[in-house]
């Protein structure tokens, strides 16, 4: 102190006796100091108090005198902040300590309502209930249950799920789901209470009327102006142009617009306002100047502020390493205080997770451990369900058919729990049930893909209204003298008739050379090919026209129709079909070049030869279709299409493409 002036030198022994007595008064080593006990009090010259010979204060807070000290105070500021796992520093009878009562068995502070892996009951019947950590601080029922009603039956649907008249599933128990709170469609045809009754007024000469989802909407009336109201805007600019150089025309209430910021630019160059005033002084002996790269903020330009913000002369910086365990922080403007914890129980720095000695595991305790991550180790650790015991089979390994093993309460075993094979025979939860319906047409069927995944086949609507595919198209000739047609229940059925006299199918009654009627004049019955005609010039559906066509012949556009006799007699219609898309008139959904799959191998619709018809082509699916049967199905059938059955039947394919059914026209 040798530069200090006689009056200087002496405030300074002053102050260093005041702080020698004040640190022997608290009597701890931890507690929050502004110098450390080492640090020498060298006070510049350039700081140096020349005022305090008068008597006035130096800023250097020196203690009062005539103050009392309480010897068991603790003038420590760690008092109530916390500690340890759990704990809080107290004040015991002048020492600082860390009252911890340690973490519950969830590595929580909070007091739990039982033991982690307990018996608890759900309030349900579902079994299997044990209570586990959630979280840190809070305890749940947790059940070994896999469904999301907690039980083992494999649900179609999940709660929640739309059903009935505006119904929603939900639990029926553990094992089920039942529709409940169904209620009648509101007035729109939707689900819920309208959000506004129907036929008032809305918008500007609207009406409320019923939207497309169910619930109502504005109908009609004009669109309201750019600021929400029903008429003009009468007074101000348009609506988001400039107003000056900081502003923009905005909306003040429904009919008219104000400038937003019709002042010129602040000193900054910005369009805000800034706060102050550019210039003004600031901190010690600061100038507010602007902010780079913001002309809408100002701050304090100040060379003489210190760490903390203050004024005066500080030794160190904030964050310095100071005292046992401590860290520097300011303590007001112009202060460093040292929060310093001391070691912790096992004689390092650092917060502890656990007490050491207080209990963990299986009958073991908390031990220092230094090299450890944590300080800490337990002298008898839980297994991986919480208890004691050694498990025969740890949990989540696989067990049974599809089950895995899972903590029995209590944690000292584990239980198989095992919801078996699917409906695919896998072990995943299955999408949707096979054999229920699906698709956007009636004949769509969930099938398996494979073990763990279903897939909807829809092998279409045919001619007849009926599923799968037929075995001709209605209209074409079969058997002997048929014709295809099609029965209510969409089956297809041969309508046959007898032979002529001539051999071949329909044609005029009576016997060869008999005399008939509806022919020309004196024409007999006589034949024309396998047709019987009245007269040889004479046509079937009558008349004289040599010329017109024959009853069966193709026709149309395609080639794909036939000739029948028209309503009035002596002339003949075109049942014109349409082609298929690969040109064949064998009828047919398909389009070519669509994919395809046949059960579950992909494929691309081609067009391939017409079985039935020579030269025509029909769109089948290119996948590899060794899986398929006779019908497009992929279950095998139990015979053949078109085998022998009944008195003078066929077998024929089903509706729903995996099975055979007897056609028998004499039955």
Known sequence: MDGLPVSGRAVGLVVLAAMSLWMVAC???????????????????????????????????????????????????????????CGTFICDEGVVRCEDAGANACGGCAELADEPGSECDPGTDAAGCSWE??????????????????????LVGRPGDACGTCGALECDGMEALVCRGESPLNACGGCGELDQPLGIACGCGGRVVCGATGQTTCFGGDEPNE??????????????????????????????????????RNDCGGCSPLGAEFGDACGCDGTLVCVDGDPNALRCEDPDVNACGGCGFIRGEEGDECGECGTSFCDGPDTLGCDDPGENACGVCGELDFVPRTACGCGGVWECDLGGPTGLFCTETANACGGCTTLVNAPNTSCGTCGQYRCAPGGEST???????????????LEAVPGTQCGDSQCGVVACAGTEDTLCRDVGVNACGSCGSLIGAPGNPCGECGIFQCREDGTLFCNSENRNACGGC????????????????????TCAGTQSVCGADSHPCGGCDDELPLPGTACGTAGCGFYACGDVPGTVQCIDLPPNDCGGCLPSTLEEGDDCSVCGNDGEIVC????????????????????????????????????????????????????????????
């Open 227 to 264: 600021c929400g109201g029903c008429g003009p805007i009468l007074e101000g600019g348009d609506l988001g142009e400039p107003c000056s150089e900081c502003g923009e025309w905005v909306c003040d209430g429904s009919d008219r617009t104000v400038c937003s910021n019709p002042n010129d």
């Open 415 to 429: 239980v198989c729990v095992d919801p078996g094979l699917n409906a695919c025979g896998g072990c995943d939860p």
């Open 506 to 525: 329909g044609g005029v009654a009576g016997a060869i050379g008999a005399p008939c009627d509806g022919g020309c004049p004196g024409d007999v019955v």
């Open 27 to 85: 009597g701890d080593d931890n507690s929050r100091t502004d110098v450390g006990a080492d640090d020498e009090f060298d006070v510049p010259a350039d700081v140096a108090d020349t005022d305090a010979a008068d008597g006035s204060d130096s800023g250097g807070g020196g203690l009062d005198a005539d103050a009392d000290v309480d010897p068991l105070a603790c003038n420590d500021n760690r008092v109530g902040e916390p500690c340890g796992a």
């Open 608 to 667: 391939v030869p017409d079985p039935f018809v020579s030269g025509d082509e029909v769109p089948l699916c290119d996948a590899d279709a060794s899986d398929v049967n006779q019908c497009g199905g992929c279950t095998p059938l139990s015979g053949n299409v078109a085998q022998e059955c009944g008195v003078c039947g066929i077998l024929v394919c089903g509706r729903d493409a995996e099975s055979l059914n007897c056609f028998d026209p004499c039955d």
């Open 133 to 154: 950590c959630d979280g840190e601080e809070g305890l749940t029922c947790e059940c070994t249950g896999i469904n999301a009603c907690d039980g083992t039956t494999q």
